[in-house]
């Protein structure tokens, strides 16, 4: 199956710094990226939905200035966590999907610590 | 507005046994549904994807059943190892979205 890669998988950073995460589809060219977020203990929640070349749409509640989305490249999309506060500490999790969108694989997550 | 609940939230059995989660979702215009296993710490490892049209699937000792007007899905699990011990989580895909709404989870516990 189509593999998808996130980077970093841990990041621990001071409050107030900005903090980038990186999706990659590996083997197929991902025309629609989707980063989601997980509490502790709770279930995940789409935060965005990224289109190659396109701006991001952001899910109700999501701020846009807060999680900068961008999708350069077919195989590549970055979550950009800026001033970050210990309240953004969480689970992001991104997927990606290809042409027809109908399977969307998903990346092993990167886990976020804000001090 | 979808939404996708999972019971029961928790569930602790003795190895050997045979268990079902469940999952139902409040809008039957889904594109797919797709079970996951969570591991503490871990992202998602996919085991079954079942397109609409589709009414089951199954890999190895699991089964997973659609049921899309009544909006339900079960997955099925046979003979429990400690080793399936985790969060399953189901997810429904939107028609014209795809975006993926996630289920609460269930976190299972197999007992030695």
């Known amino acids: 199956g189509a593999v998808v890669s996130q980077h970093p998988s841990w990041v621990i950073c001071k409050s107030g710094t900005s903090v980038k995460i990186e999706c990659r589809s590996l083997?197929?060219?991902?025309?629609?990226m989707f980063w989601y977020r997980q509490f502790p203990k709770q279930s995940l929640m789409l935060m965005a939905t990224?289109?190659?070349?396109?701006?991001?749409?952001?899910e109700q509640g999501v701020e846009k200035d807060k999680f900068l989305i961008n999708h350069a490249s077919l195989t590549l999309s970055t979550l950009t966590v800026t001033s970050a506060h210990p309240e953004d500490s969480s689970f992001y999790i991104c997927s990606a999907a290809g042409d027809y969108q109908e399977t969307q694989y998903f990346g092993p997550g990167t886990r976020l610590l804000v001090l | 507005k979808q939404e996708v609940t999972q019971i029961p939230a928790a569930l602790s059995v003795p190895e050997g046994e045979n268990l079902v989660l469940n999952c139902s979702f409040t809008d039957s215009a889904i594109y797919n549904l797709q079970w996951f296993r969570q591991d503490p710490g871990k992202g998602l490892t996919s085991l079954l994807l079942?397109?609409?049209?589709?009414r089951e699937q199954t890999s190895g000792r699991l089964n997973a059943s659609l049921d899309k007007s009544s909006g339900r899905s079960t997955l099925y699990i046979a003979a429990s190892q400690p080793g399936d011990s985790a969060t399953y989580l189901c997810?429904?895909?939107?028609?014209?979205?795809?975006?993926?709404?996630f289920g609460t989870g269930t976190r299972l516990k197999v007992l030695a």
């Open positions: 997810a429904v895909s939107s028609s014209g979205t795809y975006k993926y709404i």
């Open positions: 079942i397109q609409s049209s589709q």
């Open positions: 083997d197929f060219q991902a025309t629609t």
């Open positions: 990224s289109n190659e070349g396109s701006k991001a749409t952001y």
